[in-house]
């Protein structure tokens, strides 16, 4: 069944949130003259005011090779940040599928394996084995939730004294990930750039891209094999005030050559995934500007 192969196709995304871990990281026009003075603050933290709750929002869309979606997955989940003990929590998990372009998504089945999910934020130990232990093995779009906050949050805040204006900075090149039981992730070149500012939230915000592409990857997992090529990008605003995340978009294309257990014939493999991660206050207040 599509809906089950996609489950186990998908793990590859966010690998470069891992990757980068240990390495601890609407632009609005500007003058000329005001853009040459730009500088980003050196040293200072993220300013944890009190919990603050994130939507984090993922559609998967599986096309064949003309390009038609034949079928399509979201998958929603809570996260917080800024607890005591500077933890983090997820919760309202839920994963809702369909087949076609244009069926409405039905209610979203939740994953109460993951609720109240705590762990520091941060946390380098999201690539032992032991992390996900109370998960079941094919939860794989639900570890792909945690890894891409990691990366999401590392890119925003942890490259400011790096980064400089419309200057890439190449923060990861040929670097293999081994997934334990999983498979191997293959890094080419992770690059972040300051793009510009924007507002967002009322906040005045820096502007960071974040581009990878042409990776290899290689899956076994569940039966299934996969070997194929990982591209993404995306933006994230991160308040200059706060260093918080404002907003963040993830894109990304996987495509390749799937097998299934006890099938000799590979399949070819296109999915692609679109995600927002946005503050709940903002999102019901009406969104950015």
Not at 4 to 24: D, F, K
Not at 45 to 59: E, L, S
Not at 97 to 111: I, L, N, S
Not at 222 to 238: A, L, P, Y
Request: proline share 6%; aromatic share 10%; hydrophobic share 35%.
């Amino acid at each position: 069944m599509i809906s089950r192969m996609i489950l186990h196709s998908v793990l590859i995304w966010a690998t470069y949130g891992l990757t980068v871990q240990p390495l601890l990281a609407q632009s609005t026009s500007v003058p000329t003259s005001t853009a040459q003075t730009w500088d980003l603050p050196r040293g200072t933290i993220v300013k944890d005011a009190g919990p603050r709750t994130y939507r984090f929002t993922v559609d998967y869309d599986t096309a064949n090779r003309t390009g038609d979606v034949v079928h399509r997955q979201r998958v929603t989940g809570d996260y917080t940040r800024g607890l005591a003990n500077g933890e983090v929590e997820w919760k309202n998990v839920g994963i809702a599928e369909v087949d076609g372009a244009t069926v409405p998504f039905p209610a979203a089945q939740k994953r109460d394996f993951i609720e109240g999910f705590h762990y520091p934020v941060g946390s380098p130990d999201t690539m032992k084995p032991d992390f996900f232990k109370s998960f079941p093995p094919t939860a794989v779009q639900e570890r792909n939730l945690i890894w891409d906050t990691s990366m999401m949050e590392s890119f925003g805040q942890s490259f400011f004294d790096q980064l400089k204006l419309n200057v890439p900075l190449h923060i990861s090149a040929n670097q293999d990930v081994n997934m334990p039981g999983v498979g191997t992730f293959h890094s080419r070149d992770m690059v972040l750039e300051w793009v510009g500012r924007s507002e967002r939230n009322g906040q005045d915000c820096v502007l960071i891209d974040y581009r990878a592409f042409f990776n290899p990857v290689e899956i076994a997992n569940g039966g299934v094999t996969i070997q194929g090529r990982s591209d993404f990008w995306g933006e994230i605003w991160v308040s200059l005030a706060t260093k918080q995340i404002e907003y963040a978009t993830i894109y990304e294309e996987v495509s390749g050559e799937m097998k299934l257990l006890g099938r000799d014939t590979p399949q070819l493999l296109s999915v692609f995934r679109i995600g927002t991660l946005e503050p709940l206050s903002a999102k019901n207040s009406g969104g950015a500007r």
